[in-house]
T-cell receptor
Framework: RKEVEQDPGPFNVPEGATVAFNCTYSNSASQSFFWYRQDCRKEPKLLMSVYSSGNEDGRFTAQLNRASQYISLLIRDSKLSDSATYLCVVNRNTGTASKLTFGTGTRLQVTL | GAVVSQHPSWVICKSGTSVKIECRSLDFQATTMFWYRQFPKQSLMLMATSNEGSKATYEQGVEKDKFLINHASLTLSTLTVTSAHPEDSSFYIC?????????????????FGPGTRLTVL
């Protein structure tokens, strides 16, 4: 089983739609959680951190459920520029290092 | 800011040659840098963690003699793919972490370089 699992998509949605991505992680020792965005053939860029209390950044809302080992990202009022692959990422401290594990990503295509 | 550069951005080489990729933190000192590899439609996979002045720590399944890492200064880490073969063709991305070496208590954001696309013929 992969350490971080995501639905690969693609999710094809019209502009203005609300779309939700889900992610599960298998290692209960994971300590911090993130959503990254990766455009085609580019490096990943941090979108937002994810907290148990839930956090919002403009049109983006992230939620963490530690008991279920589940992370979500909600995008409201989708824009064409939101088209990208969204990577669920977990961080685990191994005692000597801090290690990020990436999901395979969920591809979003926003259309007119 | 926190800018990380990589050079070259892409490289095409013949099978059997060695390729060196540089990763630089331009406006901060990075005691720890990470090297990732991403095959098409797959996730980024951590290859190794590079700490300035010490040997790199390699992930399971990554050959240290094939992927040589040198982190000689606080702003530069290099990855050399030795005797490259077509199966080494991939997108290699480095990241650099602000913060203190060994500071594992709290996550320090990793800043990613733009990646190097390696094609081995």
């Amino acid at each position: 089983r992969k350490e971080v699992e995501q639905d690969p998509g693609p999710f094809n949605v019209p502009e203005g739609a609300t779309v939700a991505f889900n992610c599960t992680y298998s290692n209960s020792a994971s300590q911090s959680f993130f959503w990254y965005r990766q455009d085609c053939r580019k490096e990943p860029k941090l979108l937002m951190s994810v907290y148990s209390s839930g956090n919002e950044d403009g049109r983006f809302t992230a939620q963490l459920n530690r008991a279920s080992q589940y992370i979500s990202l909600l995008i409201r009022d989708s824009k064409l520029s939101d088209s990208a692959t969204y990577l669920c990422v977990v961080n685990r401290n191994t005692g000597t290092a801090s290690k990020l594990t990436f999901g395979t990503g969920t591809r979003l295509q926003v259309t007119l | 800011g926190a800018v990380v550069s990589q050079h070259p951005s892409w490289v095409i080489c013949k099978s059997g040659t060695s390729v060196k990729i540089e990763c630089r933190s331009l406006d901060f000192q990075a005691t720890t840098m990470f090297w990732y590899r991403q095959f098409p439609k797959q996730s980024l996979m951590l290859m190794a963690t590079s700490n300035e002045g010490s040997k790199a720590t390699y992930e399971q399944g990554v050959e240290k003699d094939k992927f040589l890492i040198n982190h000689a200064s606080l702003t530069l880490s290099t990855l050399t793919v030795t005797s490259a073969h077509p199966e080494d063709s991939s997108f290699y991305i480095c990241s650099a972490k602000k913060g203190l070496a060994g500071s594992v208590m709290f996550y320090n954001e990793q800043f990613f370089g733009p990646g190097t696309r390696l094609t081995v013929l």
